[in-house]
Every structure is written in C-alpha cells, then in structure tokens.
C-alpha cells in the first residue's frame, strides 16, 4: 500500500509562508494527493488536492514534483487560525481498488 | 447544506459491551468511510461503504463492523469492547465518480469512545 511521511512538526511566524513536505515514494500513477488538516476537537477538513500539476486554491498551493514522489503544502501567509495538524494522503480513483493510507501528519506550530 | 453528522458525540461503555455509532453524509454523497483516531496511533482508517456495499476494508479485527443504508446513512459497530477501543471515531462522506467529482472528504466531528 503506497504511504506517505511528514515530518513530525514544525514552527513558522505568524505572516509568514509556510512550506510542508510530504514524501510519497510508492505512489501510483493514479493516486491523487490530498491534503487535510485537523484543528484541535474538530474532525479533519480538506485543504487542496492534486495529481500532476501545481494547484492553487483560495487557502493554499500545492507543489508537486516532476517524479510526483513528493509534493508541499503551501501557506502563503501563516495566521494563528492554521495551527492544526496536517495530513498528506493518496487516494486512487473512485472505481479503482483502493485503501486510503494516512500518515502521522505534521502538526504545524505558528508563532505569533 | 448540512454538514455530516456523527451520533452520539460523546459515549462511555464498559469492557465487554458493544457499541453502534451513527454517521448521516451530507445529502448526495453515497460514499461514507469510517476512521480511528488515538493520540498514540493517528488516524487509521476502518471501512468504506459505498451504495450500500463495503468496499475497502482497513486492518481491524472482526469486532469492528459496519453497514450503510439505502438513504446513504451509515452505522459502525463494535462488539466486545477492549480498553484499546477508547478513540474518536470519524466519518466522512464524498462524492465518487461523475463529471467534477473531486475525492474531497467531508468529516463529522466525531464520536469519542471511552472505554472503562
């Protein structure tokens, strides 16, 4: 089953981008990277997601590499409201045998 | 739109007893899946219902079961409770397939399970 590492945590002031990597070495060519994040007592909420190319949405970017074995969330302008733990995951498609593998996740500490 | 929602939020059982969580998706989504969530462990994940069959089963023993609905709505249960049971169970619903079909899955904020 293809996995993904984060580092553990780390620290960012806030105002500040933020980059966090995440390591996919076994993807699959139709494994989508998703990215989540997990405020304190709430389940986890989605962030952006992607396949091949970078992508851009209102709360983040998401860098991919050529090979596609890593890729990196990216807050362009860390607030307090983004300290959370964050989880990169594959998923494959809808009609693919898949299993929905998640890593330990990053917990993201923002320094005001 | 409503969110998806998990019943009930909060819960404390004995060893040996059994437990059924509920889980309704938000309208439209027939894919529900199920996640253990403990401070040791992170976030593992249980099973995937979609359109009433299972289809993807994560690596947990036979006691953790579960089951959808016609409208969608899913149940997890749990029989036999161990101490190691105790965690925040999660459910989330999506939409598969079709044209603009994302993947995103859309969470509850969970049951929290004690078991004493």
């Known amino acids: 089953d293809a996995k993904t590492t984060q580092p553990n945590s780390m620290e960012s002031n806030e105002e500040e981008p933020v980059h966090l990597p995440c390591n996919h070495s076994t993807i699959s060519g139709t494994d989508y990277i998703h990215w989540y994040r997990q405020l304190p007592s709430q389940g986890p909420e989605y962030v952006i997601h992607g396949l091949t190319s970078n992508v851009n949405n209102r709360m983040a970017s998401l860098a991919i590499a050529e090979d596609r074995k890593s890729s990196t969330l990216i807050l362009h302008r860390a607030t307090l409201r983004d300290a959370a733990v964050y989880y990169c995951?594959?998923?494959?498609?809808?009609?693919?045998?898949?299993?929905?593998?998640w890593g330990a996740g990053t917990k993201l500490i923002i320094k005001p | 739109k409503a969110g998806v929602t998990q019943t009930p939020r909060y819960l404390i059982k004995t060893r040996g007893q059994q437990v059924t969580l509920s889980c309704s998706p938000i309208s439209g989504h027939r894919s529900v899946s199920w996640y253990q969530q403990t401070p040791g462990q992170g976030l593992q994940f249980l099973f995937e219902y979609f359109s009433e069959t299972q289809r993807n089963k994560g690596n947990f023993p036979g006691r953790f079961s579960g089951r959808q609905f016609s409208n969608s709505r899913s149940e997890m249960n749990v029989s036999t409770l161990e101490l190691g049971d105790s965690a925040l169970y999660l459910c989330?619903?999506?939409?598969?397939?079709?044209?603009?079909?994302?993947?995103?899955?859309?969470f509850g904020e969970g049951s929290r399970l004690t078991v004493l």
């Open positions: 989330a619903s999506t939409v598969l397939g079709g044209a603009g079909s994302t993947g995103e899955l859309f």
């Open positions: 995951i594959l998923r494959g498609l809808w009609d693919s045998n898949y299993q929905l593998i």
